[in-house]
């Protein structure tokens, strides 16, 4: 099966805690992306990559960082400056083609505590 | 700069009857527009596309959606709901000279028996 895995499900977190979200696809896309989804403000763009050891920061990349060593792994880091990271983030992949859409993973909640 | 906004927070009706979801957009160029759906703690799913071509486009579980460039809007539509059809909706733009796209902050379908 070709897919968008992400890891782990929930995820829980003492302040001051960096933590580390796992997003793996073997669709073989080129560009991966991350999202954080908050209840009234839809999706917003933490970083994205469209070549592996090349990433941009999205809307949102303050208190986040990422790393892209293999095409299959964009892994997203929540460091102790993000201030409100309790939130569900979407990992996402998709072809450069300009048109095509983007395939999601099932999500991480993170919550701290 | 591209937007998209989605007017309505949720939208109810009855099983059976046609429903609609409001989706409206700016970009400065020609757009791509998609729209996905998102049921509880899940990751977003594909529905359908607007790359260029016929302005009504058709997608997956019967939705369909209308491309009106001159109200600069993108609409998605089912001719009869179902209650399975309940769920969150989200439109988003790209325009086409953009590398990032822009999700709307979503639209709660309640379909009700």
């Known amino acids: 099966d070709g897919g968008i895995t992400q890891s782990p499900k929930y995820l829980f977190r003492k302040e001051g805690q960096n933590v580390t979200l796992s997003c793996e696809q073997n669709?073989?896309?080129?560009?991966m992306y991350w999202y954080r989804q908050d209840p009234g403000q839809g999706l917003r763009l933490i970083y994205y990559?469209?070549?592996?050891?090349?990433?941009q920061k999205g809307d949102i990349a303050e208190g986040y960082s990422v790393s892209r060593e293999k095409k299959e792994s964009f892994p997203l880091t929540v460091t102790s400056a993000q201030k409100n990271p309790t939130a569900f983030y979407l990992c996402?992949?998709?072809?450069?083609?300009?048109?095509?859409?983007?395939?999601f993973g099932p999500g991480t909640r993170l919550t701290v505590l | 700069a591209q937007s998209v906004a989605q007017p309505e927070d949720q939208v109810n009706v009855a099983e059976g009857n046609p429903l609609t979801v409001k989706c409206t957009y700016s970009?400065?160029?020609?757009?791509?527009l998609f729209w996905y759906v998102q049921y509880p703690n899940r990751g977003l799913q594909f529905l359908l596309k607007y790359i260029t071509g016929d302005n009504l486009v058709k997608g997956s579980y019967g939705f369909e959606a209308e491309f009106n460039k001159s109200q600069t809007s993108f609409h998605l539509k089912k001719p009869s709901a179902l209650v399975s059809d309940s769920a969150l909706y989200f439109c988003?733009?790209?325009?086409?000279?953009?590398?990032?796209?822009?999700f709307g902050i979503g639209t709660k379908l309640q379909v009700i028996p």
């Open positions: 990559s469209q070549i592996v050891n090349d990433f």
């Open positions: 970009v400065s160029g020609n757009p791509y």
């Open positions: 996402a992949s998709k072809t450069l083609t300009p048109g095509d859409e983007q395939f």
């Open positions: 669709l073989n896309h080129d560009a």
């Open positions: 988003a733009v790209r325009d086409k000279g953009y590398q990032k796209v822009t």
